[in-house]
């Protein structure tokens, strides 16, 4: 099968490159994908988990790549809830071969049903951005109606999907991003924009949840914002500042069946429209990878026509 590998943690994209290799084998509760579309996140080669494995072991050349859709080809043994020829999206481990390949192999419980009538561009637009949205919001953020929330880049891939879930669930959403980013954020959901080079974050008031996705100076200056028993909720990596009487929570994607189920459903009612940017083809996708255009949405790579 052909595979874009990362050879050189310190060489970074330079060592990047599309191979021939053997397709993988389904292990144990695994299940084999025809890979049709896959996403990836830039910053990827810089964590841990894309060159070591769960014991902390080399595993170059690694495929990088963490969202997939695509339909299954084989069942490893102990896999259930899916079928051979089903069509699935979903979240790869971190610290396994990924998706930026024709063929990869992924635990069944990592996946869900993907409805034949979504698009694999979309499907593979939505495990990182959806599930990230999702979590941070309900799980992590207990966002309820009534509140506000201000979201950090809310034109960006998760942004977007933040915004938009948080308006349905009933939340009054305050955007935030470039000047350029204003329409695009008020778009997808935002009754407010906040433009952060010329804006005061501060005039903002009191929030119930802060959704942040750019750490730093923003992160900090965010923190002032959270009323009483509100949270900060961020996967931008730990917080210096803290709410003064509310929690700060940082956290880590993980997949989860029932709620690619529920991301899905939304996409198919016309409830929550997805951000892709540029979508290529998997021989254009090392360039893609490597590129510092900003790109508006989330870059997809067309593994199969």
Request: proline content about 3%.
């Amino acid at each position: 099968m052909r595979a874009i590998v990362v050879t050189d943690q310190a060489a970074g994209t330079a060592g990047m490159t599309l191979v021939e290799r053997p397709e993988p084998e389904a292990a144990v509760n695994d299940v084999l994908v025809e890979v049709h579309a896959s996403g990836f996140t830039r910053g990827e080669l810089t964590w841990p988990s894309t060159w070591t494995d769960r014991l902390g072991r080399d595993r170059t050349p690694a495929v990088p790549g963490h969202e997939l859709a695509g339909v299954v080809s084989a069942l490893g043994h102990g896999a259930t809830g899916l079928s051979v020829g089903q069509r699935v999206f979903g979240l790869t481990d971190w610290t396994r071969d990924g998706t930026l390949a024709e063929y990869v192999a992924v635990e069944a419980r990592n996946l869900a049903g993907l409805p034949g009538d979504v698009d694999f561009t979309v499907g593979a637009s939505l495990p990182i951005s959806g599930l990230t949205a999702w979590q941070g919001l309900f799980q992590h953020g207990r966002l309820q109606a009534g509140q506000t929330v201000l979201v950090h880049g809310a034109a960006g891939a998760v942004g977007s999907m933040a915004a938009q879930l948080a308006k349905e669930a009933g939340a009054y959403v305050i955007g935030t991003g470039r000047a350029a980013d204003r329409q695009a954020a008020l778009g997808f959901g935002a009754q407010e924009f906040v433009d952060l080079d010329a804006d005061a974050l501060e005039d903002v008031g009191g929030v119930d949840l802060v959704f942040d996705v750019i750490g730093g100076s923003v992160q900090k200056r965010s923190a002032g914002l959270v009323r009483a028993s509100g949270t900060l909720v961020s996967v931008a990596g730990p917080s210096e500042a803290r709410p003064a009487d509310g929690l700060v929570i940082d956290f880590v994607v993980e997949s989860d069946r029932a709620q690619l189920g529920e991301i899905v459903r939304r996409v198919r009612d016309g409830r929550l429209r997805t951000n892709v940017g540029d979508v290529v083809t998997l021989d254009a996708a090392v360039a893609a990878f490597t590129s510092t255009e900003r790109v508006k949405g989330k870059t997809i790579v067309r593994v199969r026509p």
